[in-house]
Each structure stands twice: as structure tokens, then as C-alpha cells.
Antibody, heavy 119, light 113 residues
Framework: QVQLQQSGPGLLQPSQTLSLTCAVS??????????WNWIRQSPSRGLEWLGR??????????DYAGSVESRITIDADASKNQFSLRLNSVTPEDTAVYFC????????WGQGTVVTVSS | DIVMTQSPDSLAVSLGERATINCKSS????????????LAWYQQKPGQPPKLLIY???TRESGVPDRFSGSGSGTDFTLTISSLQAEDVAVYFC?????????FGGGTKVEIK
């Protein structure tokens, strides 16, 4: 059974960088066929996929949503079996619950982190 | 981007009765490599992450009760709860995973009448 455990701060000031980590157990982040996603949820935007990272043919690859592409980095640390989200220059519009999740159909989810951006 | 449109926004059904939720995609989401539709359904209860119920439009995730079923192809899909139970009160979402960005429907809230 795959388990995803999120960690990271929940309160940020505008212009700061959001950094969250998702520790994976029960699977390998560098496993062939695996994909590791970040999604956020807010009343105004609903469920919004932010991006994913995956390991294919000896290379790490990432895909991002256009709405955040200029500010986002998702990468993985195979030695710690975890993956991370960094979102630069946050604004109050980035206030949301952030989830990590595995797969394409998203079969396993982290517990969620409430992130509030406020001065 | 592929836009996912769900209907209705909310639904009140008597215990034991059928609940039907619709989801329409703006593009055909058939995955040509396996001839299956890249459509998933999720259930979300307050304070919890979404839970995967159905993938490939009609395949139930392990452990999901068989009163939940998915159908449809191309651009039109349906989630059916054949006999609503009290524990099924939740918000339900569809999601396409054929193309990035992955996109979700706006959700359907299911309540007891």
C-alpha cells in the first residue's frame, strides 16, 4: 500500500516561496511507470492540477500547468524517496489546500496541507 | 486544455435510490494505445483528500463497493450509485488524464433527500 506524507509550512507572506515535500512509502519515486503530482484545491478554483514529475529512460521529466509554469518546480529525491513542490512569488490567490498524489488516475493522495498566503 | 463539465452541481436522493452524475469532456479522451477512455471518478468527504473510485471510465478501484459504476465513452461519461447509502454523502469529481494539464470537473454534491 502506497502512502504519501506531506510536510511544509502553511503560512506564507506574499512574494515568498512555497515549499512542500511529499515522502513516499510503498513505492519508488524512480519506478518505471510512476508519476508524482501536486494538486491544489480552493473554493474559487476547485481542484487544480499543478504539475508532475516522473523518471523515464534514465531521465527525470516534469510537466506543469500553464497557469503556474513560470513559477513552479517539481522535482524528486530518489535517495530520500520523496518529491517536492516549489512555487515562487506567491500571492493570496495561491491560498489553497495542497495535495500530493501518485499516478495518472490519481490513486494515492497525501493528507493535504492548508497553505495561507497573507501579509 | 481539456475542459471537464459536470452536471448537476448538486443532487438529493433518497436512501436506496439511484444517483446519476454526468461528466462531459471538451475533447475525446480515448487513449489509442489501449482503446480505453482516460477518465477517473473521485469521492471527497469534508476534510479528506479525494478518493479514487473508478478509472478507465468503468474500472472500479480495489475495495470500492459495486454499487458504484462508471460508463460512457468519447466525451460523455456517467457515474452511477445504484442504491445510495448514508456513507455516500460526498462531493464527486471526474478527471481526465489523457493530456496535460490533467483537469477536473467542478464537482457534484450528493445529499440524502
Amino acid at each position: 500500500q502506497v502512502q504519501l506524507q506531506q510536510s511544509g509550512p502553511g503560512l506564507l507572506q506574499p512574494s515568498q516561496t512555497l515549499s512542500l515535500t511529499c515522502a513516499v512509502s510503498g513505492d519508488s519515486v524512480s519506478g518505471n511507470g510512476a508519476a508524482w503530482n501536486w494538486i491544489r484545491q480552493s473554493p474559487s478554483r476547485g481542484l487544480e492540477w499543478l504539475g508532475r514529475t516522473y523518471y523515464r529512460s534514465k531521465w527525470w521529466k516534469s510537466d506543469y500547468a500553464g497557469s503556474v509554469e513560470s513559477r513552479i518546480t517539481i522535482d524528486a529525491d530518489a535517495s530520500k524517496n520523496q518529491f517536492s513542490l516549489r512555487l515562487n512569488s506567491v500571492t493570496p490567490e495561491d491560498t489553497a489546500v495542497y495535495f500530493c498524489a501518485s499516478g495518472y488516475a490519481l490513486d494515492f493522495w497525501g493528507q493535504g496541507t492548508v497553505v495561507t498566503v497573507s501579509s | 486544455d481539456i475542459v471537464m463539465t459536470q452536471s448537476p452541481d448538486s443532487l438529493a436522493v433518497s436512501l436506496g435510490e439511484r444517483a446519476t452524475i454526468n461528466c462531459k469532456s471538451s475533447h475525446n479522451i480515448l487513449y489509442s494505445s489501449n482503446n480505453k477512455n482516460s477518465l477517473a471518478w473521485y469521492q471527497q468527504k469534508p476534510g479528506q483528500p479525494p478518493k479514487l473510485l473508478i478509472y478507465w471510465a468503468s474500472t472500479r478501484e480495489s475495495g470500492v463497493p459495486d454499487r458504484f459504476s462508471g460508463s460512457g465513452s468519447g466525451t460523455d461519461f456517467t457515474l452511477t450509485i445504484s442504491s445510495l447509502q448514508a456513507e455516500d454523502v460526498a462531493v464527486y469529481f471526474c478527471q481526465q488524464y489523457l493530456a496535460v494539464p490533467l483537469t477536473f470537473g467542478g464537482g457534484t454534491k450528493v445529499e440524502i433527500k
